[in-house]
């Protein structure tokens, strides 16, 4: 409900910086989509999880820097109780909050999915808004593989179910305590060696857009890119280097060949042996649901957030080629990723609390469907549109109308200003409406309608000038008032 | 992705005042009560809209009476340009932003719905909240009453489709004229007349609750209630009073008959006549779409947000009755209610855009058709859970796993701590799981597994001892491996 106003300068009609809206077809393929995957997550026996929007801002993990301008990054306001509140930045926050506040009633483990936006205080930029949505699911209370190796599997799933095909995707799984072993072989673990071990870690995560000398080059004194920017390198001693090298090259081909050169490579590393087993046990328990290597890969390469994650980590990946901006064809990327991560609960209620979860891009799938043809046509699909030529008639309309949505068919009558047939087929284009229905008074007088076929009816009407000539395409019909419905149907299905 | 923790105090789990969580079972009941809602909207011809949650507090129509505490009633917070921002307090200002901003790009008229949660920064109390959902639709471009007869007969048939029966609910309509031409035939009008209208039109906003007597005396001197307060009354000359009161009493047989004493009681007024011509219009469109008085009727009574509506005002009413907090048997109420507004778009444009909506308040709804038992069921039944007794068997439970969800059935493996078999059927109760499979070493060897009936299971469990006795039930079936998908299907269809 609107207030009264007083009186004011109008206000601008525009969303905030960084806002958007979404309008039809756009809503409903993100919801098929998500619908899609929440089907999958449901078979899957996760269940949906609502939280509110605001969050404290002790429950979000941010801090209070300076009372005047908290949390760079979120969205913050003052309560009246003069508590900080803030818009939730993501969806795992609120899931260790929850998973503490009832942890008494939830079971354990407990399975939950969450579609829902986001907010960030950030920049907004060209495709980089300041709400968006995210689609997680996680499972909390068991340090068990099972729980990732299920995870995994289920993304896989999720992402088929949604329109992508099997040979269009790869998840490609790794283990936060491979790679710790590695850096325990190559002398990189403690605290002094921290700067030379992220820019390590940075430089295997550019793999893919560097290749192995860029990697090896990062590893050293550092790189030069074509512009002549330099970027510091690590400066690890040969010897380390090759380590990390022969990590990132680990990949064989098939997943126990790849463990066995795992193993060799973290040799004398009690957490690399670990990891390589998870990673082992995971592939065994894919296998056993019917995952096998084609869609859910052991690759070494794949790093991600190590100061989160603490075990296996998984990122999916498309495989089909899409054309950038600067018109140069690139693999489509990633479009979710997730791990274990066990400390997230642990800050409400002081105990470990192992967990594990996948985060969906949805803006990115949906991008995905949508290069790749596969969003829902039916979406995009108007109502039929009965033209409402006679204003005495509309009551007669509106019968018809409601047979055809009794009927299940969409259709609506035109309620703008005005009687004339060109605007009204004007408004019937706007609407993608795939007829358009007419019965004006001659036809009133002689029981039949008009069924013109918009989509048709668009290739044909530059070629055409006269009325009667419109009249004889096969992109219009007369049937009869008693026929309507079955035309429209048969109509509807060609 | 949390951040890292400096040392502080844990903070508290605990949703901020006012906000709460949605779990399993009732996200999905409300998932499905507003997809079915869409479904009719959607084939009416509505589209869907999703604005964003925050809108500049100027587009919102709040003011900045005061800098530091802006916007009573919302949350508001000031962005980093020093702009204020604001989280939407309804589905509606937000529609008006979107007419106006995107005007040249949208049909015209543009019939949309909008679902999702809105903000009000309100002092929380019992079923009060801060944050809750709402689901409209509207028409916005149209001064047709076609459109308002339309919103009408959607919101009967969305009632209808989402669970309520034909004989549970009532949309009642009335007409903002109407009430204007009568209070111009008792001298009512006027800026000097606006205390004494205010106090008539709440009285008869209270028939239902006082009767006429009680409506009687507050339109005279005022009203004792029982507990011997006292409200002060409108005042009214006795004939005033009397016009009022025939106005409420107009209701007759049919609409027809209604109508024809509306236009009695509102003779002389220009506005009161088109009113009344604009409900008969109504009726007829109505009863051409097969909605008779049965569902939607003329009600004179209907008084909604005076301020706010200048055409067609309606309320959807549920008949049946409910044991209200003082265990008194009472009519269940209103769920939805609309009508016409013609001057929101204008704050922006400065030209007059007529509009038409209805409001359906989701959580009442959702209450309404859990008392009806009209709930899905479905939505509350967990997932089958296949028990993990032998850890080295894990494999095998994910394989049949994997058969169950491939053939569409809502299954897990038990993936918490221990073996324990009591630990895990009482997660499985907890899950709601309709069955658990039992695969121990003794069962695994013979080529079987153990299907229990956790429902059957349960009536049972309170008489049966010993485990012989117990594996004789009924609720306990024993099959071949190969056999368990067909057992699980016929014991999930029982």
Same mark, same amino acid.
């Given at each position: 409900?609107?207030?009264?106003?007083?009186?004011?300068?109008?206000?601008?009609?525009?969303?905030?910086?960084?806002?958007?809206?979404?309008?039809?077809?756009?809503?409903?393929?993100?919801?098929?989509?998500?619908?899609?995957?929440?089907?999958?997550?449901?078979?899957?026996?996760?269940?949906?999880?609502?939280?509110?929007?605001?969050?404290?801002?002790?429950?979000?993990?941010?801090?209070?820097?300076?009372?005047?301008?908290?949390?760079?990054?979120?969205?913050?306001?003052?309560?009246?109780?003069?508590?900080?509140?803030?818009?939730?930045?993501?969806?795992?926050?609120?899931?260790?909050?929850?998973?503490?506040?009832?942890?008494?009633?939830?079971?354990?483990?407990?399975?939950?999915?969450?579609?829902?936006?986001?907010?960030?205080?950030?920049?907004?930029?060209?495709?980089?808004?300041?709400?968006?949505?995210?689609?997680? &699911?996680? /499972?909390? +209370?068991?340090?068990?593989?099972?729980?990732? #190796? $299920? !995870?995994?599997?289920?993304?896989?799933? @999720?992402?088929?179910?949604?329109?992508?095909?099997?040979?269009?995707?790869?998840?490609?799984?790794?283990?936060?305590?491979?790679?710790?072993?590695?850096?325990?072989?190559?002398?990189?673990?403690?605290?002094?060696?921290?700067?030379?071990?992220?820019?390590?870690?940075?430089?295997?995560?550019?793999?893919?857009?560097?290749?192995?000398?860029?990697?090896?080059?990062?590893?050293?004194?550092?790189?030069?890119?074509?512009?002549? &920017?330099? /970027?510091? +390198?690590?400066?690890?001693?040969?010897?380390? #280097? $090759? !380590?990390?090298?022969?990590?990132?090259? @680990?990949?064989?081909?098939?997943?126990?060949?790849?463990?066995?050169?795992?193993?060799?490579?973290?040799?004398?590393?009690?957490?690399?042996?670990?990891?390589?087993?998870?990673?082992?046990?995971?592939?065994?328990?894919?296998?056993?649901?019917?995952?096998?290597?084609?869609?859910?890969?052991?690759?070494?390469?794949?790093?991600?957030?190590?100061?989160?994650?603490?075990?296996?980590?998984?990122?999916?990946?498309?495989?089909?080629?899409?054309?950038?901006?600067?018109?140069?064809?690139?693999?489509?990327?990633?479009?979710?990723?997730?791990?274990?991560?066990?400390?997230?609960?642990?800050?409400?209620?002081?105990?470990?609390?192992?967990?594990?979860?996948?985060?969906?891009?949805?803006?990115?799938?949906?991008?995905?469907?949508?290069?790749?043809?596969?969003?829902?046509?039916?979406?995009?699909?108007?109502?039929?549109?009965?033209?409402?030529?006679?204003?005495?008639?509309?009551?007669?309309?509106?019968?018809?109308?409601?047979?055809?949505?009794?009927?299940?068919?969409?259709?609506?009558?035109?309620?703008?200003?005005?009687?004339?047939?060109?605007?009204?087929?004007?408004?019937?284009?706007?609407?993608?409406?795939?007829?358009?229905?007419?019965?004006?008074?001659?036809?009133?007088?002689?029981?039949?309608?008009?069924?013109?076929?918009?989509?048709?009816?668009?290739?044909?009407?530059?070629?055409?000038?006269?009325?009667?000539?419109?009249?004889?395409?096969?992109?219009?019909?007369?049937?009869?008032?008693?026929?309507?419905?079955?035309?429209?149907?048969?109509?509807?299905?060609?």
């Amino acid at each position: 409900m609107a207030k009264k106003q007083k009186k004011q300068p109008r206000p601008k009609a525009m969303t905030p910086r960084g806002f958007r809206d979404s309008f039809g077809a756009e809503v409903e393929a993100r919801r098929t989509m998500l619908g899609k995957i929440a089907e999958v997550y449901h078979s899957y026996g996760f269940d949906p999880l609502e939280t509110s929007a605001i969050e404290t801002v002790e429950a979000l993990g941010s801090f209070l820097p300076d009372v005047d301008r908290p949390n760079e990054g979120v969205f913050a306001f003052r309560d009246d109780d003069e508590s900080w509140l803030a818009l939730r930045y993501d969806l795992t926050a609120p899931l260790a909050r929850v998973a503490a506040q009832h942890r008494l009633d939830l079971p354990s483990p407990y399975r939950r999915y969450a579609m829902g936006p986001v907010w960030r205080n950030e920049k907004p930029g060209p495709g980089r808004f300041r709400e968006f949505w995210q689609c997680d &699911a996680d /499972t909390v +209370g068991t340090s068990t593989v099972a729980a990732d #190796a $299920e !995870i995994c599997g289920m993304l896989a799933a @999720a992402l088929e179910h949604a329109g992508i095909a099997r040979d269009q995707f790869l998840v490609r799984l790794n283990n936060r305590k491979v790679m710790n072993g590695v850096l325990e072989v190559a002398h990189l673990l403690g605290e002094d060696k921290s700067a030379q071990r992220g820019i390590a870690m940075r430089a295997v995560d550019k793999l893919d857009r560097l290749g192995i000398d860029g990697v090896r080059a990062l590893l050293g004194a550092g790189r030069k890119d074509e512009s002549g &920017a330099f /970027t510091e +390198g690590a400066n690890l001693g040969d010897e380390q #280097a $090759e !380590i990390i090298i022969d990590f990132v090259q @680990a990949e064989r081909a098939d997943g126990g060949a790849t463990c066995a050169r795992l193993l060799e490579l973290v040799s004398g590393s009690e957490t690399g042996r670990e990891g390589v087993e998870e990673l082992e046990e995971i592939a065994t328990l894919l296998d056993a649901q019917g995952y096998g290597s084609d869609r859910i890969k052991i690759d070494p390469s794949v790093v991600r957030g190590l100061g989160y994650y603490t075990g296996p980590v998984f990122e999916a990946e498309l495989t089909f080629d899409v054309i950038d901006e600067k018109g140069q064809k690139r693999q489509f990327g990633s479009v979710a990723g997730g791990g274990r991560y066990d400390d997230l609960v642990m800050r409400f209620t002081g105990q470990r609390t192992p967990a594990t979860g996948v985060s969906i891009g949805v803006d990115r799938l949906l991008a995905a469907l949508s290069a790749t043809g596969k969003l829902d046509a039916g979406a995009a699909r108007g109502p039929v549109v009965i033209l409402a030529l006679d204003r005495d008639r509309m009551a007669h309309y509106q019968t018809l109308c409601a047979e055809l949505r009794n009927a299940g068919i969409r259709a609506e009558v035109f309620m703008g200003g005005g009687t004339n047939m060109g605007k009204q087929l004007k408004y019937a284009d706007k609407r993608a409406a795939p007829l358009a229905i007419i019965e004006g008074g001659d036809e009133a007088e002689r029981g039949v309608v008009q069924i013109k076929d918009l989509v048709l009816g668009a290739k044909l009407a530059e070629k055409i000038e006269s009325n009667e000539e419109w009249k004889a395409q096969p992109a219009q019909r007369e049937v009869a008032r008693a026929d309507v419905l079955a035309a429209v149907r048969e109509m509807l299905a060609r």
